[in-house]
């Protein structure tokens, strides 16, 4: 038995594996141990701004997980890619503030966390969540579900509606007479979770208000689980995921398991248009900008996957913290487009080997 | 049977001629405004749209990076050609240099974009390429050192000889822009017939078979859609000189959908829709933001006058979506054949005397 000779097809076909492996590798090395002319300086002089660093990606994570989960949801039953989606995060994030207002009389002005209790946080992301389900459904019912299966279509109807969503966001809101029309809003964070709790590791203080986001991250995911894999709702929509026409075969109502799940994925948009509403702030150009992250968590993630979905949150969420925080600062040409470059370097590095994402399957 | 109905191609190429006629005497016949502003504009947009038609027509690929390449480009251009005075690295490289380079910066960018992109289609290409163009809106809005996010200007007063300064000379960038159009819509058509473009075509009809068949899907898609970065990066250049000035939103989303917008307008099935899309567009988006009726209180309330033309843009763009999805070409198209067949059906009537009737 002769071993065959050096092959270079095996050798093309694992590269980009390869090339990741290294470039992870390298990663963990730059960051853990050299990251020269940094803010930081390598992870095992300054433990404590690395664990930062990585409080700052997982609880973003959290926040990218509700976004997207709510857009992967919509893809992996119907096939639609809602555009929109960034226009019902931004909608309802400025719905969100629109109720704290008018629950706080703040009158424009951002109150401030130590006056707003739990409820006048709670209440507004309920009623962002409810409103924008409501028009979810609407644009399901009306547009969407006569040109099921025409994907580039739906794709194209739903970018015409997030025009103009957008457009009709920055003639109306925010709604007071006092503030000019597009400003820029926030919500605040209820008081009793706007501090800083110290974790006993590294002598690291960091935000309640962001772990509260990832727990909430967390608890989206837990009960799409539990909705998906053990409720008979959730059987048919993956049912529907696998084989819509069989499932349709079977007697099983599919056009009203879509209905639900179109209104929960954009209720999720307003849940987290909510909590970015505290978070950063929304704008209007913010529908944009997570528009392009849940493509990118879905695309690395693979559509359709809730594990996926976690994957991708957790790889873009890294990806965008520590490329601001452990590359080189030199001048003042520097940075902000660190994180921009290297979620492209993200998105090629998976493209590359798994054209579907990380736990995406062929359509 | 032929002899009573008119031949399609033969109408369609009647109705070209005359508008190619009418273009070609555009500054003489036309207003300034109408020559300069509206035409020039149709030309350069459309051809951008025919880059993103070309990939959908022909590729299967609906591509959003478009827009992005073709700013791209003119950034580019602002960056290599700018001397001091304005924003950017200012290169001051000579213009025809900086134009060569221009366009071979964006093809190059054009090659990697698509050869990330090769192995998705469908509804994937449509993300990832929508990804690249917010990408690349971010990418020159935060990089201080190619203009910021004011952009680069003064890209009309560094223009070769031959196209000298556009405020000054309009006709001169009307006609290269008119004849760019032309040498574009040629170089399309030349392309598809070539063995490339019906092997493109192959890929996009059944990708499986042609992969059998030893063909390199992945490869043609690439190719194509660098080719269709060249032909961006010419629309590009033209804004650039006709615009002056190439900011961050003119690469943003919003840019990014009205040149969708454009090509669904005039159809994504056909090579000619682009200039009737973007003649279309420009037409609308000039002259719709003048209508007076629409600047009193009830429009205003309800976030409906003017200013909000982008309502307006997205209920048309809606509507074409929901009601040809093939746009005005397709439309005509429709129209023709419905036209057809009722001349058809009255032949048939004629016929039915004899044997079985002919179906119209």
Redesign the interface.
Known sequence: MKRPAFDWHVVVRRLPLGVALGATAFALVWVLFWAPKTNFGPAIHSPSAFLLTLLDSVTLAGLLFIVASGFSLIFGLMRVVNMAHGSFLLLGGYIAYEMQQWMTNGGGLTVFSSQVSAWEWIVPAIVAAAAIACLGLGVQQLFLRWTMGQDLRQALITIAISVIVADQIIAHFPLESTVEKGSAVNTSWPGSIDRLVNLHVAGVQYSLAKLSMLALGVGVGIALWLWLYRTKTGMIIRAGVDDRQMTSALGLNVQVTFAIAFAVGAALAALGGAVFASYAGVNPTTDGQWLLYSLVVVIVGGLGSIFGTVAGSLLFGLVYNFSVAYLPTTGNNCCGQYPIVFTFALLAFVLAFRPHGIFGRPA | MKALAVDKSFVERAIGATALVLVALGPLIFRGYFAHTILTQTFWLGIAAASLIFLSAYGGM?SLAQTALYGIAAFALGNLVGRGEVKGLHLGYSPWLSVVLAIAITTALGLVFGA??S??T???F???T???A??V???V?????LGGFSGVSGLQDYTPGIVGNPVAHPNRLYYIALVTAVGVYVAIRYVVRTPFGISLMGIRDDPVRMGSLGYNAALHRTLAFTFAAFIASLAGILFGWWNGVVAPDHV???AT?DL?IVA?IGGLGRIEGAWLGAFTFVVINNYVRGFGFLNNHFFTSL??DAS?F??Y???I??LI??VS?DGLIGLWDRLWSLARRQGGAARSAAAAAGATAPRG
């Open positions: 609906i990330v992109a192995r998705s469908g509804i994937y449509l993300m990832i929508l990804t690249y917010v990408i809106f971010y990418f809005g935060q990089t201080p050192l943003g989303l919003s959908v969708l669904v976030g409906l909000h982008a309502t843009i997205g209920v763009f809606l979506v929901l999805p």
